[in-house]
């Protein structure tokens, strides 16, 4: 089944560990995003790639880190993870600079 | 700044017609967005409007004023799996998107 897939789905995490969540999509979407998700916040930008070998920053991007070697996979590397990190984490992709989003299934982090 | 605003949360029949407002405030305007996102899921697209009027697709419909920086979506017919959050999103001038808080639509039978 084409889409986005996210790993983990969930985890708790001690507070100065590095922690890397994954994301993969099969649409061959030139644009990859990262949001996380907060309780009566929107969808807030950590990163975005608007195609494979590039990234940039958005909205709340500190302590939080990209790649996209290629243009399937998307991880986000949290260095050292602190408390206010703890939220839900939403990969998405779309085929074009202003196209509609596809979003994984989310990854709930939890930072102690 | 950048704002997009729409209300907390909504209650409504089954079988009823609801509307969600969205208002917004952004440096440009380059479309609007409506999505639907069920508890503990991830976000799906409903809809995108560009042009002032209104969009048609099934029981859902959005529209759009530009000149007013107001949207809204209609929900007819509601059904009980439309409980949900629908997010409201403005395209700014760099084609990103600022997202409001979401709307919580609690539906009764």
């Known amino acids: 089944i084409a889409g986005i897939t996210q790993a983990p789905t969930s985890q708790i995490l001690a507070a100065g560990r590095r922690m890397t969540l994954r994301c993969t999509q099969d649409?061959?979407?030139?644009?990859m995003y990262w949001y996380r998700q907060d309780l009566g916040l929107g969808l807030r930008l950590i990163h975005y790639?608007?195609?494979?070998?590039?990234?940039g920053k958005g909205e709340v991007p500190d302590g939080y880190s990209v790649s996209r070697a290629n243009t399937d996979d998307f991880p986000l590397t949290l260095a050292s993870a602190v408390p206010s990190q703890t939220s839900v984490y939403f990969c998405?992709?779309?085929?074009?600079?202003?196209?509609?989003?596809?979003f994984g299934e989310g990854s709930r982090l939890t930072v102690l | 700044g950048q704002n997009i605003d729409q209300p907390t949360e909504m209650t409504a029949t089954e079988g009823a017609i609801v509307q969600i407002n969205c208002t917004y405030q952004?440096?440009?305007?380059?479309?609007l967005f409506w999505y639907q996102q069920h508890a503990g899921e991830a976000p799906t697209f409903l809809s995108y409007?560009?042009l002032d009027g209104l969009e048609e697709k099934g029981r859902f419909s959005s529209f759009l004023s530009r000149s007013k920086g107001y949207s809204y979506l209609l929900l007819k017919e509601l059904q009980m799996k439309d409980s949900a959050s629908y997010l409201c999103?403005?395209?700014?001038?760099?084609?990103?998107?600022?997202w409001g808080a979401g709307t919580k639509l609690i539906i009764k039978p």
């Open positions: 999103a403005c395209q700014d001038s760099n084609y990103q998107l600022i």
């Open positions: 952004t440096s440009g305007f380059n479309g």
């Open positions: 998405a992709s779309s085929d074009a600079e202003a196209g509609e989003l596809f």
């Open positions: 790639s608007n195609t494979a070998g590039t990234t």
């Open positions: 649409m061959r979407h030139n644009a």
């Open positions: 409007n560009v």
